[in-house]
């Protein structure tokens, strides 16, 4: 009886290091590792801080109030990551010293636990085992606050960058951001073709949003200083511009920097949807149904021509090439849009489905599998 009694003793040690390494793991994938690297714990303490945030926002009346409660989601969500995994860290070792020394009782491992993972040294252990353990605590304590420490500037150094964008937005296409007011702006002082100069720097925004927002996923729900702003709403009018600059606009010349963008712009939605859980068509047609009808693109190109932009003439053919650019990123900018519960914009968040929380374990390969099952499809049609 007394051999059962010391292995399970010693399972309930080895048991308690396993999960101290899994947290570990978990902060390590968070805060360190530069790619999107999904962990269980991590999505579920967003998850749970996001589902008591939205009890909250849904009793309220206006959405100047929603955003103002929402703005606090990202930081607490992000404050609550350490607090999980030292509570974790607490409880495995404290496990681990009562499974050492069981003698001793709960009471003086959770007082040892404590004391070591906060360097507290009011309590030393007696068994070397212990002080072994405790010495690994205490490091993995600090380590641990001094991850998120470390974090923060690299978080909020990308989100300033971001937002820089997404303010300068406002004055060229305004509040909420407009693709077709952005074009009669340029056009009215003279500088269409400086179109092209503002894709290309929206390139780069795009390709550093898809990296910072997957691997400093906590980023995606940052909102902006202003409540009539979003990351997400801007992303969405420049690529409309782009993409009616590509389909619809006669500058005569062709609009590689459009087309780059476009490109940029959706396969970074798409990553950043895809670690969401959002689902979305990795292999659209350009056939396939867009949120946008074409009496409203129709009515966009005859704004346009009314105020003297050069378009090309065939409006038909315009709406063909529009929904053919629009299809790529339509479903991903519309999740985005629900999700980050963006402030309304036209073609953006003005259509975007309810919000739905995020699931607690990924989905992952969506896109891929799209794009399978899409080519089977077509294999068998044939």
């Given at each position: 009886m007394e051999a059962l009694f010391v292995a399970l003793r010693t399972l309930l040690v080895v048991g308690a290091m396993v999960v101290v390494a899994a947290t570990t793991l978990s902060a390590v994938r968070t805060?360190?590792?530069?790619?999107?690297?999904?962990?269980?714990?991590?999505?579920?303490?967003?998850?749970?801080?996001?589902?008591?945030?939205?009890?909250?926002?849904?009793?309220?009346?206006?959405?100047?109030?929603?955003?103002?409660?929402?703005?606090?989601?990202?930081?607490?969500?992000?404050?609550?990551?350490?607090?999980?995994?030292?509570?974790?860290?607490?409880?495995?070792?404290a496990a681990a010293y009562w499974a050492i020394a069981p003698a001793d009782g709960w009471r003086v491992a959770?007082?040892?636990?404590?004391?070591?993972?906060?360097?507290?040294?009011?309590?030393?252990?007696?068994?070397?085992?212990?002080?072994?353990?405790?010495?690994?605590q205490a490091g993995l304590g600090l380590t641990l606050i001094a991850l998120l420490i470390t974090y923060l500037p690299s978080i909020?150094?990308?989100?300033?960058?971001?937002?820089?964008?997404?303010?300068?937005?406002?004055?060229?296409?305004?509040?909420?951001?407009?693709?077709?007011?952005?074009?009669?702006?340029?056009?009215?002082?003279?500088?269409?073709?400086?179109?092209?100069?503002?894709?290309?720097?929206?390139?780069?925004?795009?390709?550093e949003l898809g990296e910072t927002h997957t691997s400093l996923a906590g980023l995606v729900f940052f909102r902006s200083p202003r409540a009539d702003q979003s990351w997400v709403t801007a992303a969405g009018c420049v690529l409309d511009t782009a993409a009616i600059t590509s389909s619809a606009l006669d500058l005569g010349h062709r609009t590689p920097s459009a087309d780059l963008c476009l490109r940029a712009g959706f396969l970074s939605l798409r990553a950043v949807s895809d670690y969401l859980s959002i689902p979305f068509d990795g292999d659209p047609s350009p056939a396939d149904p867009i949120s946008i009808t074409k009496d409203e693109f129709l009515g966009a190109y005859e704004q346009l021509a009314a105020a003297g932009v050069p378009v090309r003439p065939d409006p038909e053919d315009c709406w063909a090439a529009f929904a053919g650019w629009r299809v790529n990123y339509d479903s991903v900018l519309l999740g985005l849009a629900a999700v980050t519960m963006a402030p309304l914009s036209p073609w953006s968040s003005d259509r975007s489905p309810a919000f739905r929380s995020p699931l607690l374990r990924r989905r992952a390969g969506?896109?891929?599998?799209?794009?399978?099952?899409?080519?089977?499809?077509?294999?068998?049609?044939?």
């Open positions: 805060f360190v590792l530069p790619r999107a690297a999904d962990t269980f714990l991590s999505r579920l303490v967003f998850v749970t801080v996001r589902r008591a945030f939205d009890r909250v926002v849904r009793r309220l009346d206006s959405y100047e109030r929603q955003d103002a409660v929402m703005a606090l989601f990202a930081p607490v969500g992000l404050l609550a990551l350490p607090v999980a995994w030292l509570a974790i860290v607490f409880l495995a070792y959770l007082d040892g636990s404590g004391s070591a993972l906060f360097t507290l040294g009011f309590q030393a252990p007696r068994q070397f085992p212990s002080r072994l353990l405790s010495f690994t909020y150094s990308a989100f300033s960058r971001r937002e820089a964008a997404v303010q300068k937005l406002d004055v060229r296409a305004g509040t909420p951001p407009s693709a077709v007011t952005m074009i009669v702006r340029f056009h009215r002082i003279g500088r269409v073709d400086e179109l092209e100069t503002l894709f290309r720097a929206w390139e780069d925004w795009f390709v969506r896109a891929h599998q799209a794009a399978v099952d899409r080519q089977r499809s077509g294999n068998e049609s044939q």
